[in-house]
């Protein structure tokens, strides 16, 4: 079984430019999450998603952040326009259900920005 | 506020030998809490998860305890080896049934020949 998978894995863009980031759970798993790890902090909780719906978007730092899930099935994130303060790694989770407790990681798609 | 805490000074052991580390909360009950293994460049791998009613639980060379009085679980790896050296990650749902988990910052485990 395919696990969870996020493109890219690297992006490099200049302050003011769009970025958009993909993640696709393993197939199945209604639950999907964003979360973010910028240097020298801990993995922050970004938006919860179940099925296609915003469940959970408390975590989200703004509002140049724009998550999608079309269908139920793979993400979008969205940063536009990009600030510096944006840089670090963006991790997608999956789990099954709601009761689900485990979630399972991307390996995040590293973003810098100058 | 709600703070989790690993220690953040890297753990050096000797193969062989037990690593044990930490993770403190404060001002939260949680129901469970979770422990992930994250790799240079990967993302957190799920290990274990204990909950507030259980105070031990084991995995082949792992074992996690959970003292909710003392508001802190240790994480145990016995006859340590160099495929342990990571970064472990405590984390939990400060909200029950919210799903959202915050984590610590983890703690670099580097397991020495």
């Known amino acids: 079984e395919a696990g969870v998978t996020q493109f890219p894995s690297h992006s490099v863009i200049e302050k003011g430019q769009t970025v958009t980031l993909r993640c696709d759970p393993i197939s199945g798993h209604d639950n999907l999450y964003w979360y973010r790890r910028v240097m020298g902090k801990e993995i922050k909780f970004l938006l919860h998603f179940v099925k296609e719906s915003k469940q959970d978007e408390s975590g989200m730092p703004n509002n140049r952040f724009l998550a999608e899930r079309t269908g139920g099935t793979y993400s979008t994130l969205k940063v536009q326009p990009a600030e510096l303060e944006d840089s670090g790694v963006y991790f997608c989770?999956?789990?099954?259900?709601?009761?689900?407790?485990?979630?399972?990681f991307g390996p995040g798609t590293r973003l810098l920005v100058l | 506020s709600q703070k989790i805490e690993q220690n953040s000074e890297a753990l050096n052991i000797q193969e062989g030998k037990t690593a044990t580390l930490t993770c403190n909360y404060t001002?939260?009950?949680?129901?469970?809490l979770q422990w992930y293994r994250q790799d240079p460049g990967r993302g957190p791998v799920f290990l274990l998860l204990?909950?507030?009613?259980?105070k031990e639980k084991r995995k082949e060379r792992l074992k996690v305890t959970f003292d909710t009085t003392l508001k802190q679980s240790l994480f145990h790896i016995t006859a340590s080896q160099p495929a342990d050296s990571a970064t472990y990650l405590c984390a939990l749902e400060l909200d029950t049934g919210r799903r959202a988990l915050t984590f610590g910052s983890g703690t670099r485990l580097q397991v020495q020949p």
């Open positions: 204990i909950r507030e009613n259980e």
């Open positions: 989770a999956s789990s099954q259900d709601y009761q689900a407790e485990t979630q399972y």
């Open positions: 001002n939260y009950s949680p129901a469970y």
